[in-house]
């Protein structure tokens, strides 16, 4: 039995709790009881709602029950309240106390030698003087917390078996591919050049051929005894290639010379010195194949990878890489495709091979290139390639081969030009290993930024007054939505909004209760602009070019949507894009981590295109809020801006995320959160007429998030396969 409280609250003499249970069996439901210790068992109101992202971490979607709960009971001062699962025949206790969970999971202490490490105390010093006491504890913290290390556990888990090795080995595929492999040699150690080759010799789909090229040379080096090592293995296994380069040309100069050795009917790139699960060749030819059923011709695949390194003898598996499927922003702010890669021989001829003047980047230039010749790109949610970490690798130390970066900036500015994007501006990032792409703003188009109001006029006036004091870009126009505001002030504040800035005006919508959808269509009409920023009332902007940031995105052909980074007023990150499936529908990305901390490889500090991002701020095109239908005004609450994004999706535009436009949300103020049983069922309605209308993605997954990571949490941790683990064809 499982469960976790997601919120307490406690006001006057009630209290709420809210969370989830599950039993051994998804038919079995849990029971509930509160008990009081003075005064026995407790009569409570219980709202059960629909859970999918529990549903799926436990029961691979297949409970027929509602999972959630939300249970509202009279409290009385000084008593000590126990919530009480039972299912089973087992039982689970946990205390309730007001505005925290401290009954749930204690976390294993971590080796403290971690956070003495000189690296670690300089980056802990540099939080505490630019973010304070604050937040260098809550940074501290999660270094308590963190578990990074269970990846190689939870990876054996998940590894096939013997006995599904075996039997892809007797699989057959019509027609049988081959695939060329691709390795440029310059120097590998004897040892690591040979668990290279035996990760290949292993494979279980035999048709392959292993394509050497050695630029090592002389000079310094035993070439001639390296070369007659290699041909040893060649005399050994026909299918493996190898040629002695004359010189070093270099890393695209030796990939080249290996390219011009192949065959197959696919090429797969191949570091010297990393390695490939036995079945990273027949996952790659399965898929092949089942898109073949489809009538889909794949041309480009590429899969998740982790770290390798040797600790006391023993191959040690970390940091895995997760990945999304193609994602075009991301992969202009990082070369998060990287291993595995593979592509068709005839694409990888069409578009020229590697280019010397990239090197340091040329796998990333030559990626940029092949996936935009490429109709079908496919992502394997497997974990295919070992990149090994050693001290001369990148995986290891970045800085060690800064002149990468530069290349790969250059490789950016060349790809947005070949897509017609134009030119961009190619920074680095605040953090090492990803860009930051400037997309200037083409004119100066009308900004339509809509509002919904009522009452808390405080946050109105710091809203307006930083879009329109602080913000760098002026033609915009301001459209405040009244909604059934109670206050006297409030009106008088509109007054005063409205003879102060000549670019605000206010709209009364007349409808009754809270519709969020129903406001922001009413204020369509009213808008002048060619481009819509659905902006709340309780949001703040931190930078002046915040509005060309989205704008900039925005105007791009292939872009619908654009979102921006919130955060809390204590530098939390609120919102960095939208899951779907998080939280049984969809939610927000890296809750609660500090604008400091690196997230998952880097994701809330990159730009990238996510399936939905919040209308808190959210800049769309007018043409195309037209076209999608608006905001459905059915959902009336919950999951309507969710709802609106999948709809542009469906329209084969992008919704893009940009971390440059920077914002404060101080959360929902004025309307509050589902925290009674009355708001839960209202919101379990909408959560069924959301889930009836985007029932595939729901099942199949978000492809911007990965099937290998937990819908139960926001920070991208592993997803639990202790039931049963993911399979191709679950993915």
């Known amino acids: 039995m499982n469960y976790y409280i997601d919120n ?19 038919d079995v439901p849990v029971e509930i009881e ?12 219980r709202a059960d709602a629909g859970r999918f992202d529990v549903n799926r971490e436990f029961f691979l979607g297949k409970s027929p029950l509602k999972l959630g709960f939300c249970i509202t009971f009279s409290c009385e001062a000084g008593e000590i309240y126990e919530i009480v699962f039972r299912a089973d025949g087992k039982t689970i206790r946990g205390r309730l106390e007001a505005g925290g969970t401290k009954q ?57 078996s013997l006995a599904e090795l075996e039997k892809q080995r007797k699989t057959e595929f019509a027609p049988a591919l081959k695939f060329s492999i691709i390795v440029p040699l310059y120097r590998t150690p004897e040892k690591l050049l040979a668990e290279m080759i035996r990760s290949v010799q292993e494979q279980t789909y ?69 390695t490939l699960s036995e079945d990273a060749l027949y996952e790659c030819a399965l898929r092949i194949s089942r898109e073949k059923e489809k009538g889909r011709r794949v041309q480009v695949l590429y899969s998740d990878e982790d770290k390798l390194t040797v600790k006391r003898g023993r191959a040690f598996y970390f940091d895995a890489h997760f990945k999304p499927d193609f994602n075009p922003d991301l992969l202009r702010s990082m070369n998060y495709i990287s291993h595995l890669f593979v592509a068709e021989r005839a694409l990888v001829e069409a578009v020229g091979g590697f280019r010397p003047e990239f090197d340091g980047s040329q796998d990333y230039d030559f990626i940029f290139r092949c996936t935009e010749a490429a109709e079908v790109i496919c992502h394997i949610p497997r974990v295919l390639y070992h990149w090994r970490v050693n001290a001369g690798s990148t995986a290891e130390d970045p800085e060690k081969k800064l002149y990468a970066f530069e290349a790969g900036a250059r490789a950016i500015k060349a790809h947005c030009e ?70 006297e002030k409030t009106f008088c504040c509109y007054e005063e909004l409205e003879k102060s800035y000549g670019k605000l005006r206010v709209i009364r919508w007349k409808g009754t209760g809270f519709n969020f959808s129903a406001i922001n269509n009413f204020a369509l009409p009213y808008a002048k602009g060619e481009y819509l920023l ?36 204590d530098d939390t990150i609120q919102h960095a894009g939208v899951v779907v499936g998080y939280k049984g529908i969809a939610g927000h990305a890296f809750v609660g981590f500090h604008k400091s901390e690196k997230t998952y490889f880097l994701r809330s500090m990159c730009a990238q295109d996510y399936s939905a991002v919040t209308a808190a701020c959210m800049m769309t095109k007018r043409s195309v809020f037209e076209a999608a239908g608006g905001f459905d005004e059915e959902l009336a609450v919950a999951f309507n801006d969710i709802d609106y994004c999948l709809k542009v999706r469906s329209l084969g535009k992008l919704v893009a995320y940009n971390p440059f436009a920077q914002l404060y949300h101080y959360e929902s103020k004025s309307r509050g959160t589902e925290d009674t049983p009355e708001k839960i069922l209202r919101f379990d309605r909408e959560v069924e007429t959301f889930r009836k209308r985007w029932e595939k993605i729901l099942t199949d997954g978000d492809p911007y998030y990965n099937p290998n990571l937990t819908l139960l949490a926001s920070d991208f941790s592993l997803r639990n396969f202790t039931r049963e683990p993911l399979n191709q064809t679950e993915a």
């Open 104 to 160: 749930e999971r204690t976390v294993p202490f971590v080796r403290l030698r971690q956070l003495f490490r000189p690296d670690t105390i300089g980056r802990g010093f540099a939080i505490l003087k630019q973010y304070g006491w604050k937040a260098f504890f809550k940074k501290l913290l999660g270094k308590l917390k963190k578990n990074k290390d269970k990846y190689d556990d939870w990876r054996s888990q998940v590894q096939p």
């Open 206 to 274: 035999g048709n392959w051929e292993l394509c050497l090229a050695d630029g090592s040379g002389t000079e310094g080096f035993d070439g001639e005894r390296f070369s007659e090592k290699v041909q040893e293995y060649q005399k050994a296994d026909g299918r493996i290639l190898y040629t002695c380069l004359p010189e070093n040309r270099g890393i695209a100069g030796n990939t080249n010379a290996a390219l011009s050795m192949a065959s197959g009917d696919y090429i797969v790139l191949l570091d010297h010195d990393d």
């Open 34 to 45: 509160i008990v009081g210790k003075r005064n026995g068992s407790v009569p409570f109101a």
């Open 8 to 26: 307490i609250k406690k006001r006057d003499f009630e209290m709420v709790v809210s969370g989830w249970a599950v039993s051994d069996s998804p």
């Open 534 to 569: 659905f902006l709340n009332n309780d949001t703040e902007l931190i930078h002046a070019d915040c509005i060309e940031e989205l704008l900039g995105f925005c105007q791009r052909e292939e872009v619908g949507i654009v979102g921006a980074q919130l955060f809390y007023d």
């Open 418 to 487: 070949r897509a017609g994007i134009g030119t961009v501006e190619v920074e680095e990032n605040e953090v090492l290993g990803a860009y930051r792409v400037r997309y200037p703003v083409k004119g100066e188009p009308l900004v339509s930024v809509i509002i919904p109001n009522k009452d808390h006029t405080d946050d109105l006036r710091v809203c307006v007054s930083s879009l329109l004091e602080r913000a760098s870009y002026q033609n915009l126009e301001v459209i405040v939505v009244e909604n059934n505001s109670t206050e």
